[in-house]
């Protein structure tokens, strides 16, 4: 099997280093089924999509919706890289799943309306499956709702055009869409489980997720 390359545009080592772990553990892959690559921090080199069976990215502090003025030179080169990223990806419906940034960044290069309208604050949500998401054959064996983990300021408020809604949370409606056979994209963080979340709470508790003076109560969640 090819291996899957994991792209991840966390900035601190800490949270980068967990959450590949996390991404290794939840999709049943050891280190030697995968290449990773950090997007904020390597040289941006466009991937050969034939020597992969997929791409896997995951989350940031980076928000599409922050205005322009006030992004990072980082984040400005991260979402130029993505955009010719995702255009070979779409072009080719290659296998692609992005978690949390990765749904602002795919949804927004798609044509979806990415906003602020939808946040969810960090904590557990029930995940209800869309009669769409009940014919798709990734979610196949799930139940129909399932809890997860959230923590997000923008979500993708309006679908791409053509994209396939699959689930959805009361506190945020589309929690997860395809495009075309193979693009998915989740708000919720399917990766991680409350120990990763911990940590994201201690890293980021000045990031704008929550006041800090929450950060305390959130570890008794």
Do not use: W
């Amino acid at each position: 099997m090819k291996p899957f390359l994991i792209i991840q545009l966390r900035p601190e080592d800490e949270t980068s280093n967990s959450e590949f772990k996390a991404i290794l553990r939840t999709g049943g892959l050891e280190e030697s089924d995968v290449v990773r690559f950090r997007a904020e921090s390597e040289e941006l080199v466009l991937p050969d999509l034939s020597k992969y069976s997929g791409i896997i990215v995951g989350g940031s502090p980076f928000d599409i919706t922050t205005l322009e003025e006030n992004k990072s030179d980082i984040q400005k080169k991260v979402e130029a890289y993505f955009n010719k990223l995702l255009k070979i990806v779409v072009d080719n419906d290659f296998p692609f799943l992005g978690a949390c940034s990765g749904n602002g960044l795919l949804g927004n290069y798609c044509g979806g309306k990415i906003t602020r309208k939808y946040h969810e604050d960090v904590g557990g949500v029930d995940i209800t499956i869309t009669e769409e998401g009940l014919k798709d054959d990734l979610l196949a064996g799930l139940p129909r709702t399932f809890r997860a983990l959230v923590g997000h300021k923008e979500a993708c408020e309006i679908l791409p055009p053509n994209a396939v809604h699959l689930a959805s949370s009361p506190t945020c409606p589309i929690q997860m869409f395809r495009v075309k056979n193979n693009i998915y994209a989740t708000q919720f963080h399917p990766e991680a489980d409350a120990n990763e979340f911990i940590l994201r709470i201690n890293i980021y508790k000045y990031n704008g997720y929550f006041p800090p003076k929450m950060h305390k109560s959130l570890l008794m969640l």
